[in-house]
């Protein structure tokens, strides 16, 4: 049976139109600016009171620097000169304002300016710094993980820095707090202003989201039904389409969801490290690019490779498509690693598979007829008396 040639003409033109469906999603659910004000800004800093221990309750966008709370206790913070100064001695180098944010529904992220200055030491640690960020809690009160995004961070001592930042609020967060500390640091941390204002997804990223949704959804599909036409093994290439079916359900889901979906010991293991999530990305696209080209039977890497270059930054443009969801370099990087490791699996197991060529028989006509059985020749009629 003659082996079917694959279309690589379709197979270019589909990662063509990937590649530029990726640099559309990025460029405008990541790159373009999206966020407009959903309030008006706050002037937290400088207010002339001093934050206290007991916070009072705040409504609606009403923030000031009375609902501070200082920890671990009043005495590491001051005000001179009109800035407000933050202490942390050797032997206890942890010192934080804790200033809650109203999280309306509408709400994605807050525009931070700032000016700040940290006298002291700190570590290499990302969380050995003077820092400005947000922190999250769920719906139980529970701490989220740091996911280590700062307006400020400084690991020894700076100059007056001006901030103007945008930290965009966790996924899961129930409730935000902003974070002015010194953890794990020892030294002063100065402010000398900070003004906050929530921020809102502009009006036209909804239906941005839905074309580009619709685009992806065309693509898949066309990838499926290319799949299902070259595929030299039909198992391989069902098994192929359901992995992929997983694949974007995990990718497209929203992380609250999978939170409650996914065992709570899942969910631990998978923020217990930074390292977690990358060997996540690396397993699965390792599995579908061992599936996909074992279902093609392909045993030239050009393509597979060049789809392998294609679909890493695009598994993670179509996470913009969800709310919350975010692309990373590090992600996608991981992504590109597995599928290499997946199409060099792939293609060894395609090559030892592979049916060795007939040998043609070349044969004198002396061998062939030596071959044949020797069968008497009729004699004439005449010859038969």
């Known amino acids: 049976m003659s082996r079917p040639a694959p279309p690589r003409a379709a197979g270019l033109v589909w990662a063509v139109f990937v590649a530029l469906l990726t640099a559309a999603t990025?460029?405008?659910?990541?790159?373009?600016?999206?966020?407009?004000?959903?309030?008006?800004?706050?002037?937290?800093?400088?207010?002339?009171?001093?934050?206290?221990?007991?916070p009072e309750e705040t409504t609606g966008h009403d923030v000031n620097a009375k609902s501070w709370r200082v920890e671990p206790g009043a005495d590491r913070v001051r005000i001179v000169g009109g800035i407000l100064q933050l202490e942390a001695p050797p032997a206890d180098p942890h010192a934080t304002l804790r200033l809650p944010l109203p999280l309306e529904p509408a709400v994605v992220g807050f525009a931070i300016q700032s000016e700040l200055r940290f006298t002291g030491r700190g570590g290499n640690e990302p969380t050995r710094a003077a820092r400005l960020h947000l922190a999250g809690r769920d719906e139980a009160g529970r701490a989220l993980p740091d996911r280590l995004e700062d307006a400020f961070r400084a690991h020894a001592t700076s100059e007056w820095t001006s901030v103007d930042?945008?930290?965009?609020?966790?996924?899961?967060?129930?409730?935000?707090?902003?974070?002015?500390?010194?953890?794990?640091?020892?030294?002063?941390?100065?402010?000398?202003?900070?003004?906050?204002?929530p921020l809102r997804e502009a009006g036209w990223r909804f239906p941005a989201r839905?074309?580009?949704?619709?685009?992806?959804?065309?693509?898949?599909?066309?990838?499926?039904?290319?799949?299902?036409?070259?595929?030299?093994?039909?198992?391989?290439?069902?098994?192929?389409?359901?992995?992929?079916i997983g694949g974007l359900l995990l990718l497209l889901a929203p992380p609250?969801?999978?939170?409650?979906?996914?065992?709570?010991?899942?969910?631990?293991?998978?923020?217990?490290?930074?390292?977690?999530?990358?060997l996540g990305h690396l397993g699965l696209s390792a599995t579908l690019a061992l599936l996909a080209t074992r279902a093609v039977g392909a045993e030239r890497p050009l393509l597979p490779l060049l789809l392998?270059?294609?679909?890493?930054?695009?598994?993670?443009?179509?996470?913009?498509?969800?709310?919350?969801?975010?692309?990373?370099?590090?992600?996608?990087?991981?992504?590109?690693?597995?599928?290499?490791?997946?199409i060099a699996a792939a293609l060894v197991s395609n090559r030892r598979?592979?049916?060795?060529?007939?040998?043609?028989?070349?044969?004198?006509?002396?061998?062939?007829?030596?071959?044949l059985p020797v069968v008497p020749a009729a004699l004439p009629e005449s010859g038969r008396r």
């Not at 996470?319 to 992600?331: C, F, I, K, Y």
Request: aromatic letters at 2%; glycine letters at 6%; hydrophobic letters at 55%.
């Open 26 to 54: 990025i460029s405008l659910l990541a790159i373009v600016p999206g966020l407009e004000p959903a309030g008006p800004a706050s002037r937290i800093w400088p207010s002339g009171t001093l934050p206290t221990a007991h």
């Open 165 to 197: 930042a945008i930290l965009r609020v966790p996924p899961e967060a129930a409730s935000v707090e902003l974070l002015v500390r010194l953890q794990r640091a020892t030294g002063r941390l100065e402010l000398r202003r900070l003004v906050v204002q």
């Open 210 to 244: 839905i074309a580009l949704a619709l685009a992806w959804t065309a693509a898949f599909a066309s990838a499926a039904l290319l799949l299902v036409r070259v595929a030299l093994h039909p198992v391989w290439a069902a098994t192929t389409l359901l992995a992929g």
């Open 256 to 278: 609250e969801l999978l939170a409650a979906l996914l065992p709570r010991p899942v969910v631990r293991a998978l923020s217990s490290s930074p390292s977690v999530p990358y």
């Open 308 to 342: 392998v270059l294609v679909l890493a930054p695009a598994g993670e443009a179509i996470q913009l498509l969800t709310m919350g969801r975010e692309a990373s370099v590090a992600d996608a990087l991981a992504n590109m690693a597995g599928g290499l490791v997946g």
């Open 353 to 371: 598979r592979a049916p060795a060529p007939a040998e043609a028989v070349s044969a004198s006509p002396a061998v062939i007829e030596e071959a």
